[in-house]
């Protein structure tokens, strides 16, 4: 894998019993890179991210992540788990849902992997998720109790504690659309700050807006394909497939070129 390359996907593919779910999927993200995955339900977005870091088994293919190598094409040994785990251990995971433990505080969240996985010491990691929180506007929430928080407030404590882990590569499965409207906002904000720092991200996400303004790479999936793939402003303004205009047609008709901003 080349030096400045983060993620490389060669040949990725995936069925959950006679569902072929992804066919042959190949992508590179470089050091820095930012991709959105876009396309309608049921295209396989969400499964070729959850690939990138082994969190679904890919049938065949290989995953580069960092310099490290999962390959699970024909005749290779398939990965032992722990192997897997050392892997996963370079990303960072956004859900929809932000899967906090109820049971403890916001700062407990954020600590918890550093601690008991990494074994880092209790001050260092909660030193660390304090700036954490800082840096995602919850500095004041540290000791409330997710119950007490609101759903973009969640997802972005769901942030800092992926970032708590120190990931090279950060993925986000539509980590807005368990949102109200008015707390999109509040998380595409920390989104747009990590970009803007140099991390390797992608996402999935229906924010057409969004990933045309953060996204280096827009990558349109259908059926298991990548249909087209270029440049944000290229696939989202003036896609060359018809498919993708279709797909895109209704997010054009309902505003996209008034909410994002304006080209340079």
């Known amino acids: 894998m080349a030096k ?11 069925s959950f019993g006679e569902l072929k779910v992804l066919k042959g999927i190949s992508l590179r993200v470089p050091r820095g890179g930012v991709v959105a995955l876009i396309g309608p339900s049921g295209s396989g977005k969400s499964t070729l991210l959850r690939c990138i870091n082994v969190l679904t088994k890919p049938d065949s293919g290989v995953i580069d992540v960092g310099g490290r190598t999962m390959d699970f094409t024909a005749g290779h040994r398939l990965p032992r788990d722990r192997e897997i785990s050392a892997f996963r251990a370079r990303t960072g995971m956004v859900f929809q849902s932000f899967n906090l433990f109820p049971h403890m505080s916001v700062i ?17 990691a ?10 995602v506007g919850l500095h004041d929430k ?15 404590v769901a942030i800092a504690r992926a ?14 659309s368990a949102l109200d409207p008015e707390l999109v ?10 970009a803007s720092e140099g991390m390797t991200m992608v996402l999935v996400t229906h924010e057409m807006a969004f990933a045309r303004e953060v996204a280096d ?24 497939e018809a498919a993708t205009r279709a ?10 070129a008034a909410a994002a901003p304006p080209q340079a």
């Not at 990558?219 to 003036?238: C, H, L, S, T």
């Open 217 to 240: 790479t827009v990558i349109f999936m259908r059926d298991g394909y990548v249909v087209e793939e270029g440049a944000a402003r290229q696939v989202i303004d003036a896609p060359r």
């Open 163 to 176: 970032l708590a882990m120190k990931p090279e590569v950060m993925l986000f499965d539509e980590a807005t």
């Open 142 to 156: 540290a000791e409330s109790y997710p119950e007490r928080l609101s759903g973009g407030q969640k997802q972005r």
């Open 247 to 256: 797909f895109l047609s209704h997010f054009h008709q309902n505003g996209l």
């Open 185 to 194: 906002g509040e998380v595409l904000a920390v989104v747009r700050q990590l």
């Open 4 to 14: 400045d390359t983060m993620i490389e996907l060669i040949d990725v593919r995936k």
């Open 126 to 135: 909660r030193r660390e998720a304090l700036e954490l929180l800082g840096k």
């Open 108 to 124: 407990r969240n954020v600590m918890e992997g550093p601690v008991t996985v990494l074994r880092r010491p209790e001050e260092e």
